[in-house]
């Protein structure tokens, strides 16, 4: 089987999973990740494209806050397509991605000779800052109902600013690549800048 048909059958896989996704984590998340792994591993020269390729489409695919399904069974619903598309050798490292590319799995340090996870985990972490990642923090705190921001410290704990200080501002120290970091710091700073402007006019409204 081609490695072309296996990743179009992946992608209706992916895009069927992630349908009821909010708007920061939906199918259009699966492309920029995808594409921004592919310029990190062209950059490093790292592993295999397809591999790159089918890794960033599979990231997400077991994320249990939106498909409200038992736990493991998006690692059986991978397992098989892999195994379905002749694809059972790349079991490990696709299954290994979806278990560790998250910001929750940070405590677990990263084996820097797992390239594959180095590059995916760079990806989705660059798609988390910047514009898009401020784009996507309050569409999730719309998505869950949180408020925006309060000076209030036990209101403030949950809403999608605090957010940007216990996760966003945390990201770019976190790169595993080299070319991951220097994509990292334009966002990074781009954060700062936003949360700036934020607290200035959140302030000025206070006279």
């Not at 195994?83 to 991605?97: F, L, R």
């Not at 988390?128 to 784009?135: E, R």
């Not at 996760?167 to 770019?172: E, F, G, I, Q, V």
């Amino acid at each position: 089987m081609s490695k072309e048909l296996i990743l179009s059958r992946a992608e209706k896989l992916i895009k069927a999973r992630v349908s009821t996704y909010d708007s920061g984590h939906d199918w259009w998340h699966i492309v920029r990740v995808r594409n921004l792994a592919k310029i990190i591993n062209e950059k490093e020269n790292l592993e295999e494209p397809f591999l790159v390729d089918l890794a960033a489409l599979f990231h997400d695919f077991a994320d249990s806050k939106f498909n409200g399904t038992k736990p493991g069974e998006g690692y059986e619903i991978a397992g098989r397509f892999l195994a379905e598309n002749g694809m059972e050798n790349c079991h490990s490292e696709i299954t290994g991605i979806m278990r560790n590319v998250s910001f929750s799995s940070r405590k677990t340090p990263v084996n820097k000779d797992d390239s594959l996870l180095c590059i995916i985990q760079d990806a989705d972490r660059l798609d988390a800052i910047g514009a898009i990642g401020i784009a996507r923090a309050f569409s999730y705190g719309g998505y869950r109902n949180n408020i925006i921001y309060s000076p209030v410290a036990e209101e403030n704990s949950m809403s999608t600013i605090n957010h940007f200080y216990e996760k966003l501002l945390l990201l770019s120290a976190m790169m595993n690549t080299e070319t991951g970091k220097k994509m990292a710091h334009e966002r990074h700073v781009f954060l700062e800048i936003f949360l700036d402007q934020f607290h200035k006019e959140w302030n000025a409204g206070s006279f």
